[in-house]
């Protein structure tokens, strides 16, 4: 028996694993389940048999994509130490880096965000909601512990409002197909990619820190990680 619930357990993980390929290079209506059945080698009706269905197939796979992100509080030691705004700016700056690093989860995340029903929109809401999968509400209860965030607004709100408008900014740097990218009347000019950050950075320390709390000017990576002069995704 035990033997058998390995086997299941380990052929859907498979399942998940192929389905996440075809999901990043296909989107969720250009995916068949037929073709990742096919590469598995299993009848489609094994698929149907471990997930329920092409939605629930999705949302298992979307599940296991943003666990392999990382969570905010995954930064480096030495950025930790800084503080909340030096960890906000260290992920907004590697933001392309990381979804050159790991296409795959981040591509499935975003078509989870944007290219689904609000069949499928529920439960993913759900998902973030009661998983926090990137440690939002702990990273917020860091910075309050550390006096950098304001105590009196609950950390829920908070927490809330620093994934809704982090996730789209985040978005609007590291994609060009999937998201629309920033409200604008000219061209974007990447060279005003820090800028933008910075401006970011202001806006949000502008309504949930601490009196007194500094957003600071670490400075972004350089290719090869190391940092020059002076703020710092995720």
């Known amino acids: 028996m035990a033997a058998e619930r390995t086997r299941s357990s380990s052929r859907r993980a498979q399942i998940v694993a192929v389905a996440m390929r075809h999901f990043a290079d296909q989107g969720y209506r250009g995916a068949r389940i037929e073709d990742i059945a096919s590469e598995v080698g299993v009848a489609k009706g094994t698929v149907f048999l471990h997930f329920g269905s092409k939605e629930g197939l999705f949302l298992a796979t979307y599940e296991e994509a943003v666990r392999q992100l990382p969570a905010w509080l995954d930064a480096p030691p030495e950025v930790l130490e800084q503080g909340f705004w030096a960890v906000l700016s260290y992920w907004l700056h590697r933001t392309e880096e990381l979804v050159a690093e790991a296409w795959v989860p981040n591509r499935v995340a975003m078509i989870g965000r944007y290219d689904t029903g609000l069949g ?15 440690g939002t509400l702990e990273f917020v209860e860091f910075g309050v512990g550390r006096g950098e965030i304001r105590k009196d607004v609950d950390v829920e709100m908070i927490a809330s409002m620093l994934d809704w408008a982090a996730e789209r900014f985040q978005d609007a740097l590291g994609s060009a197909d999937l998201d629309p ?4 009347r ?14 970011f950075i202001q806006l949000l320390h502008g309504g949930i820190a601490a009196e007194g709390s500094d957003p600071g000017t670490m400075p972004a990576p350089d290719r090869e990680g190391r940092r020059g002069g002076g703020v710092g995704q995720r």
């Open 181 to 184: 990218g920033l409200v604008h």
């Open 186 to 199: 000219k061209p974007f000019d990447p060279a005003r990619r820090q800028t933008r950050i910075e401006e």
């Open 120 to 134: 499928l929109r529920r439960p993913i809401d759900r998902l973030m909601r009661s998983e926090d999968p990137y």
